[in-house]
C-alpha cells in the first residue's frame, strides 16, 4: 500500500518532469534530432528531387561511391592542409597577442580594439576586400614588389590559392581567439606570480611554468573550435572560386564540395552522405583530443 | 560561427515564409506575375523594366514583378523549384535546358502557340535548343555570338591596319601587340585576353572535327582532334606568352581587361559593347568576326528563353507575358536595348544588326556558331574541363594528360549518378 503510494507519486513526479521539458524536448526533437535522422535517411537513399521527388534505398552505395570519387580525396587533402596549417598558426598568434596586450602597454585598449576589428566584421565583406588586396595588381603584390620579393597571381595560381584563404583566415580569426586568451590571463591570480618572483623566477620561467600550465584548459577550447570552424572552411573558398572551388581545385574544401552536389548536381543523397563522413571526423579528431587532454590531466 | 550560420538559416526560412505569404495572398482580378532573369547590366534591366511597365498598361488585370537573382542563378532556381517557391517565368540558358526539360518542372508550350505568334520567324537552331522530343518549352529571347573585339589605338601603335583572318594571323599579331613598356620583366599588354572555360572553348576544341560530348551523352575531351584545337590556345599563353587570362592581370572578366588596355584583343560577345561604351567612354574598339582556325569559321552562339513554371497558378497570364516579350514589337524592343540580338529573323533584319559595323560579325557568326548546349550532362562535364584545363594552361601537366584527366573523372561521376 505505502510502495504503491509512493510508485505513484515517482510516476506523477516524474510525469510532470517531461511535462516541464516537453517544450525544450519538441524543440531539440524537431531542429536536432528530426534533422540528424533525416539526413542518416537521406545518405541512405537516391534521392530524385526536382520535377517528381522520389527516395529509392541504395543502403550504402552512397558511401563506397564516396571511397572512389576523386574529389572527395582531393577535398579531403585540402582540408587537411587548411586545418594543419591554421589551427596551430591562429593559435599561437592569438596567445602571442594577448601575451603583448596583457603587458602594460600605453594605449592597450585602443590595440585591443583594432584588433578585434576582423572578428566583427562580415566573412564576405572580408573576402571581398582580400580579393582585392590579392589582385594581380593590387597592394600585396605592389609591396612585394617594393621590397624586391617575388609576386603571385594569388587568386589565379592552384600553388597559392589555398594559401591565400588561409593568411587571410588566420587575421580574422585570431583575434577572436586572443580575446578569450585574454580573459583567462586575467584570471590568473598575481600572487603566483608574486611568489614565483620571490623565489627567483625570471619573466621567461614565469611564462613556461605559471603562465601557459594554467592555459591549458583555454588552449583546449581554442583548438577544439578552432578545428571545428576549419573543418567546415565554406563561404572563404565558396567567394573566392565563384564556387568552383578553383583553379584547378585547389580551394576545394570539403563543404564547398557538399554544397556542389547538393545545389548544384542535386544528388541530395551523395551531399547528405559525405555530410555525415564530415561528421564523423569531425567526432573522431575532437574525441582523439579529449583522450590527448585527460591523459595529460592524470599526469 | 555555430550563431552565424543559424541566423543565416533563420533569416532564409524567414525569407521563404514571406515569399510564400505574398504569393497566396492576391484577388481574383489582378494576377501578379514572377519574373526573374540575371542582368548583365543596369542598362538591361532599364529596358526590361520599360517593356514590363508597357506591358502593364495594356494588361491591367496583370501585375509582373521582375527580379533580378545575382548570382548562382541555376542554383537559385533549381532550389526554389524544389521548394515549390520558383517564379513564374523565367530565364533559362540553353546549356541548362535540357536537365529542366528532362524532369518535368517546365509547363509545354504548344498549346499556347497561336499561328499568328508565327514560330517560323524563329532560327530555328535557337528554337530547338528549348525543344524535347517535339515539345516547345521555352521561347528563345534573344541570341548572342562571340567576335572578336580589338583595340584600334593598339592596332595601330603596333602597325596593324587589319584584324586578324586567322588564326595564325592572330598568333603573328599578338606578338607585335604585346608589349613590356618599362621593361621590368612584367608584361603591361598582352595580344589576346582569354577564358579558359569551356563555354567559350568549345568551338575551338571542335575546330579540327573534335566534339567535346559524345552521343550517349559523356564527355569526349581527349580526342586527338579535340586537343589539336585546344592546343592553340595552350600554345599561345605558354610559349608565346602573348595571351593572358583576366585573374593574370587582375581583372574579374574578358572585356574589363579589354576595357582597362591590358589585352589588345578579346573575344567577347554583343553584352561587352554597352558595358564598354559607357564604362570605358575613351576606348577606340572595332569588331571582326573570329578568325578562322584550319581554314573554317567558327564562333559559339548562347540563347536564353523564357519559360514558363509548370506550376504557376496563372497560366493564361503567364503566357501572355511570353507572348508580349517575344512577339515581332516585344522582341524589337527588347532588341533596340542591343545587349544581345534579337531571337526572330524578321526582327534581326528590321532592327538592321547585320549592316551596323559593331553588330554585324555577331550576325554573321550565326550562321557558323557552335550552340552552347550539349545534353543534361555538360554542366558536370564543364566542371572538370575547367578545372584541368586550367592546368594545361599553368603547365603543371600536358593538355592531352588534363584532358585525359577530366573526361575520365567526369564520365566516372556521370556514370555514378545512374545508380
Known sequence: MFKSLIKSQQRQEAFSGYLFMFPTLLILGVFLVLPILFSIFLATHRVQILGEVSYRFVGLRNLTRSTADPRVGIALRNTLEYVLIVVPVQTILALALALI?????????????????????????????????????????????????????????????LKSIMIMNIWSTAPF???????????????????????????????????????KPVTFFIVVMGIIGTFQLFDQSYIFSGGSGGPNNATLTFVLLIYQYAFKNLDIG??????????????????IQRRLFKDEKAN | MIWQSFGRWFSALLAILALTACTQTHSNEIAT??????????????????????????????RVRFEVIADQYMDVIKTRLIGDAAPDVFFLDAFEAPLLMQ?????????????????????????N????????????????????????????????????????????????????????????????????????????AQAYGGTVVDRRGYAALASRRSVRGLQLIIDQYRQDRTAATPSDVGASSGSEMFGQQRVAMVLEGPWAIPYLQETFSDLEFAIAQVPKINRRSGTMVYTTAYVMNKRTRHKEAAWELIEYLTNKTGMKAWGEAGIALPSRKSVLAQLGRDRDPLYSPFVKGASYATLWQAGENLPAILTHFNNQF?????????????????????NREIQAQNY
Open chain 2, 103 to 127: 524532369h518535368g518542372v517546365l509547363e509545354p508550350l504548344d498549346r499556347y502557340i497561336q499561328p499568328d505568334f508565327d514560330l517560323a520567324d524563329f532560327e530555328p537552331n535557337l528554337l
Open chain 1, 101 to 161: 596586450l596583457d603587458l602594460k602597454i600605453r594605449g592597450k585598449s585602443w590595440f585591443r580594439v583594432i584588433f578585434f576589428m576582423p572578428t566583427v566584421t562580415s566573412a564576405a565583406v572580408l573576402t571581398l576586400i582580400f580579393m582585392w588586396i590579392y589582385n594581380s595588381n593590387g597592394l600585396l603584390n605592389n609591396l612585394l614588389e617594393k621590397v624586391g620579393l617575388p609576386t603571385y597571381n594569388w587568386l589565379g595560381d592552384p600553388n597559392v590559392a
Open chain 2, 129 to 204: 535548343a528549348f525543344k524535347l522530343q517535339g515539345t516547345i518549352y521555352g521561347i528563345p529571347k534573344d541570341f548572342s555570338t562571340l567576335a572578336l573585339f580589338y583595340n584600334r589605338r593598339q592596332f595601330a601603335d603596333a602597325n596593324l591596319s587589319n584584324p586578324p583572318q586567322t588564326w595564325e594571323q592572330l598568333r603573328d599579331d599578338s606578338r607585335q601587340l604585346t608589349l613590356d613598356r618599362n621593361r621590368n620583366g612584367r608584361i603591361d599588354q598582352y595580344g589576346l585576353g582569354i577564358s579558359p572555360e569551356l563555354a567559350r572553348q568549345k568551338f575551338v
Open chain 2, 390 to 410: 586550367v592546368s594545361a594552361l599553368l603547365g603543371q601537366k600536358s593538355l592531352q594528360q588534363a584532358m585525359e584527366d577530366a573526361q575520365q573523372a567526369a
Open chain 1, 270 to 287: 551523395y551531399a547528405a552522405a559525405l555530410a555525415l563522413v564530415l561528421a564523423l571526423i569531425i567526432m573522431l579528431v575532437t574525441a
Open chain 1, 177 to 215: 581567439f586572443m580575446v578569450i586568451y585574454l580573459a583567462a590571463l586575467q584570471d590568473i591570480p598575481t600572487y603566483l606570480y608574486e611568489a614565483a618572483k620571490l623565489d627567483g623566477a625570471n619573466e621567461m620561467d614565469r611564462l613556461w611554468n605559471i603562465t601557459l600550465p594554467l592555459l
Open chain 2, 33 to 62: 506575375l514572377s519574373l526573374s532573369g540575371w542582368q548583365s547590366s543596369p542598362t538591361e534591366r532599364q529596358a526590361l523594366e520599360q517593356i514590363l511597365r508597357e506591358f502593364e498598361a495594356q494588361h491591367p488585370q496583370i
